[in-house]
């Protein structure tokens, strides 16, 4: 499904600019009709998802509103409306609690759109920096079929999964990036400022020292005048990989690379698997069509090459064939996900087996993140320690090497 900017007006002449999803413009006019507006105008299709900022430049971009604080908004509005309050109110109430100066304004508005006679997930599409295409189309499912105080309860389950693996990820690698960090510092100042100094006492016998000692003294030399080139070469190439990824061509073989990294590429590739299934669970458990999920997964997913294999997986489904063959096909789900696939599409429980695999694939990425943080640990001190013992090796070699010269 595309997006479009529309611009309609009610019956009362107020002028209303927004965002909508739909397959073609008659759709938005149709909708936009059975929303009691006039249409004025119908802006051609915005970004498609191959001209959207690539994940990895994600970093460079800061969000207004956490996925904390959207968690939390959704519980609130989610225990509001189960108490029986009527939206509006509920966003009413909401625009004064709601944490971060930033969110506030967006709940207003929001509200705002509710009173001129939006529905909820129009008014939420007009803020996709907030609220995701996953968010606004279970919502949209949810008023469709009644049932929003549900859809709200799952979306706040499937938010709160994820951003506990994303919590217990970011606590597993902290130690071990501190520790390099620090380590990478030490060893900085070391050649940089430490070694120099005894430089200078063996400067008048330089040609006599062990090779050793000569070939960290030189390489601390050469540090200490060009090291701004390395660090200048290492800026140029960040940035310039940074601008490649940008590019269609090197977001895909970025994305091919996470896939086959030593350690980490099984790692990634059950995160994908996890994530893709969690997703399609949930927009299936709050209602949304499978054909509509699979577009709306196409979007979600962080690996392009996976994206790829959905819309495979979506052209197969609109042909009444099933999802396990172009599945198996990509190559990137494990069999144990395809078995269970397969046997939710045959009982007709698809939501509830996704959530299964789901659940196994993040105890898998928290145990093998687990197990490749025990091992960086020693890992990175035992290095650490090999280095600092070779020089102090060193400068014992040459200073033991001055005995030896004749005076």
Same mark, same amino acid.
């Not at 430089?199 to 000692?213: E, G, H, R, T, Y």
């Given at each position: 499904?595309?997006?479009?900017?529309?611009?309609?007006?009610?019956?009362?002449?107020?002028?209303?600019?927004?965002?909508?999803?739909?397959?073609?413009?008659?759709?938005?006019?149709?909708?936009?009709?059975? @929303? &009691?507006?006039?249409?004025?105008?119908?802006?051609?299709? !915005?970004?498609?998802?191959?001209?959207?900022?690539?994940?990895?430049?994600?970093? *460079?971009?800061?969000?207004?509103?956490?996925?904390?604080?959207?968690?939390?908004?959704?519980?609130?509005?989610?225990?509001?409306?189960?108490?029986?309050?009527?939206?509006?109110?509920?966003?009413?109430?909401?625009?004064?609690?709601?944490?971060?100066?930033? *969110?506030?304004?967006?709940?207003?508005?929001?509200?705002?759109?509710?009173?001129?006679?939006?529905?909820?997930?129009?008014?939420?599409?007009?803020?996709?920096?907030?609220?995701?295409?996953?968010?606004?189309? @279970?919502?949209?499912?949810?008023? $469709?079929? !009644?049932?929003?105080?549900?859809?709200?309860?799952?979306?706040?389950?499937?938010?709160?999964?994820?951003?506990?693996?994303?919590?217990?990820?970011?606590?597993?690698?902290?130690?071990?990036?501190?520790?390099?960090?620090?380590?990478?510092?030490?060893?900085?100042?070391? *050649?940089?400022?430490?070694?120099?100094?005894? $430089?200078?006492? *063996?400067?008048?016998?330089?040609?006599?020292?062990?090779?050793?000692?000569? =070939?960290?003294?030189?390489?601390?030399?050469?540090?200490?005048?060009?090291?701004?080139?390395?660090?200048?070469?290492?800026?140029?190439?960040?940035?310039?990989?940074?601008?490649?990824?940008? $590019?269609?061509?090197?977001?895909?073989?970025?994305?091919? =690379?996470?896939?086959?990294?030593?350690?980490?590429?099984?790692?990634?590739?059950?995160?994908?698997?996890?994530?893709?299934?969690?997703?399609?669970?949930?927009?299936?458990?709050?209602?949304?069509?499978?054909?509509?999920?699979?577009?709306?997964?196409?979007?979600?997913?962080?690996?392009?090459?996976?994206?790829? %294999?959905?819309?495979?997986?979506?052209?197969?489904?609109?042909?009444?064939?099933?999802?396990?063959?172009?599945?198996?096909?990509?190559?990137?789900?494990?069999?144990?996900?395809?078995?269970?696939?397969?046997?939710?599409?045959?009982? &007709?429980?698809?939501?509830?087996?996704?959530?299964?695999?789901?659940?196994?694939?993040?105890?898998?990425?928290?145990?093998?993140?687990?197990?490749?943080?025990?091992?960086?640990?020693?890992?990175?001190?035992?290095?650490?320690?090999?280095?600092?013992?070779?020089?102090?090796?060193?400068?014992?070699? %040459?200073?033991?090497?001055?005995?030896?010269?004749?005076?």
């Amino acid at each position: 499904m595309a997006v479009f900017q529309y611009r309609a007006a009610d019956h009362a002449g107020k002028v209303v600019d927004g965002m909508m999803e739909a397959e073609a413009e008659h759709g938005v006019v149709s909708r936009l009709h059975e @929303m &009691g507006f006039i249409p004025l105008k119908i802006a051609a299709p !915005g970004e498609s998802r191959s001209q959207a900022v690539p994940a990895p430049l994600a970093l *460079f971009s800061r969000k207004k509103v956490t996925q904390q604080e959207l968690l939390h908004f959704t519980q609130e509005l989610s225990t509001l409306l189960a108490a029986g309050l009527p939206l509006d109110r509920s966003l009413s109430t909401l625009a004064n609690l709601v944490e971060g100066k930033e *969110f506030g304004p967006i709940v207003r508005r929001l509200l705002e759109g509710i009173r001129a006679g939006k529905s909820l997930s129009a008014a939420m599409a007009e803020h996709p920096e907030v609220f995701p295409r996953l968010y606004v189309n @279970m919502i949209r499912a949810g008023e $469709s079929g !009644g049932i929003l105080e549900n859809v709200l309860h799952n979306l706040a389950d499937y938010l709160e999964r994820s951003l506990s693996l994303r919590e217990e990820l970011k606590s597993a690698l902290t130690y071990p990036l501190l520790l390099a960090t620090v380590a990478g510092l030490s060893l900085v100042v070391l *050649f940089i400022y430490v070694i120099p100094k005894f $430089s200078l006492i *063996f400067k008048d016998v330089n040609q006599a020292l062990p090779w050793m000692s000569k =070939l960290l003294i030189d390489f601390s030399d050469w540090l200490s005048r060009y090291g701004w080139i390395a660090l200048l070469l290492a800026f140029v190439g960040v940035v310039g990989g940074a601008f490649y990824i940008r $590019s269609p061509e090197g977001w895909l073989e970025w994305d091919r =690379l996470r896939l086959r990294l030593w350690l980490l590429g099984d790692r990634f590739t059950k995160l994908e698997v996890a994530r893709f299934s969690r997703t399609l669970a949930a927009l299936l458990k709050g209602g949304v069509p499978l054909l509509d999920a699979l577009g709306t997964v196409q979007g979600v997913v962080g690996n392009r090459l996976l994206a790829t %294999a959905v819309a495979q997986v979506q052209n197969k489904v609109r042909e009444g064939k099933g999802m396990v063959g172009p599945l198996t096909e990509s190559g990137f789900f494990p069999s144990l996900a395809l078995q269970m696939i397969a046997v939710g599409e045959e009982t &007709g429980r698809l939501e509830g087996m996704l959530a299964n695999v789901a659940d196994h694939y993040d105890q898998e990425v928290r145990r093998t993140t687990k197990r490749l943080t025990s091992l960086l640990e020693p890992a990175l001190i035992l290095s650490m320690g090999l280095v600092v013992g070779v020089v102090v090796i060193s400068m014992l070699m %040459a200073i033991f090497s001055i005995n030896d010269l004749p005076f």
